[in-house]
C-alpha cells in the first residue's frame, strides 16, 4: 500500500476569515485542527482542507464561532447558605438579545440581564459553608457560552446572643461588644453593624 508523509501540506482552511492552520490526519475518516480565534465578530464560516497545500476541498461545512460573557467581578462574592443573596456579575460585555443562565458550582438558576454589563443572580440555598465555582452562559446557548468562573462563598448565617453594653448616650459613639456565633472575619470595612434597621457602623471581627 502507498503510504505518503503529506504532513507538511496538509492545511484546514477558515474561508471567511481568510485563515488556514495546520491539519493533523488521525486516520482515514479523522483529522484534528485546532480553531483559530476570530476578532471581526464573525459568527460562522465556512471550512474546507487540503492535502497537498493547494487544492481544497469545496464542501463549505460551517463552523460556528460562540462568544462566552467574559465576567470581571462578581458583587458581593459570599452569602449565608440558605441562599437569597442578590449577587451582580460583572463583564466586559453581555449580549442583551439572550437569556442569562446563572450556575453556582452544578445549579443553575434564572438570570436577569441589567445592562449590557451587569446580570442579577441569586443564590440558590446551600446545605454547608463552601466555595463554589459560579459562572453564567447565555440559554440559548447552554454550556458552549459558559463563562470562565469566579468563587462565591457560603457561609453560616451569624447569629447575636448578646450585646454589651445593652445601652447608651443619644449623641452614639458608644463602644459596644456583640456576642454570639457564626462571624467571619472578610477582611477590612467588610462587617456592619445596623441599628434600628438602617444605620451602619463599621465593625472589628475578634474571634
Do not use: H
Amino acid at each position: 500500500m502507498l503510504r505518503i508523509n503529506n504532513q507538511n501540506d496538509t492545511f484546514v482552511l477558515f474561508r471567511d476569515l481568510n485563515v488556514k492552520v495546520p491539519g493533523i490526519m488521525l486516520n482515514s475518516t479523522r483529522m484534528s485542527v485546532i480553531a483559530p480565534a476570530t476578532f471581526d465578530k464573525s459568527s460562522v464560516t465556512d471550512v474546507d482542507f487540503t492535502l497537498n497545500n493547494q487544492n481544497y476541498t469545496d464542501d463549505f461545512v460551517p463552523y460556528y464561532y460562540y462568544k462566552p460573557p467574559r465576567i470581571l467581578d462578581m458583587i458581593p462574592r459570599e452569602g449565608p447558605t440558605k441562599g437569597g443573596t442578590i449577587v451582580i456579575v460583572k463583564a466586559v460585555e453581555f449580549k442583551t438579545d439572550k437569556r442569562m443562565v446563572c450556575i453556582f458550582d452544578t445549579v443553575r438558576t434564572r438570570g436577569k440581564l441589567l445592562n449590557s454589563t451587569d446580570c442579577e443572580c441569586i443564590s440558590p440555598p446551600w446545605p454547608y459553608p463552601t466555595t463554589v465555582p459560579v459562572s453564567v452562559t447565555y440559554e440559548e446557548d447552554g454550556d458552549k457560552s459558559k463563562s470562565s468562573p469566579l468563587n462565591y462563598t457560603y457561609i453560616e448565617q451569624p447569629v447575636i446572643e448578646t450585646i454589651e453594653p445593652g445601652c447608651g448616650p443619644s449623641y452614639g459613639f458608644t463602644e459596644i461588644t456583640v456576642k454570639g456565633r457564626n462571624f467571619v472575619n472578610m477582611g477590612l470595612n467588610r462587617a456592619m453593624c445596623r441599628f434600628n434597621g438602617w444605620k451602619t457602623t463599621n465593625v472589628t471581627i475578634i474571634d
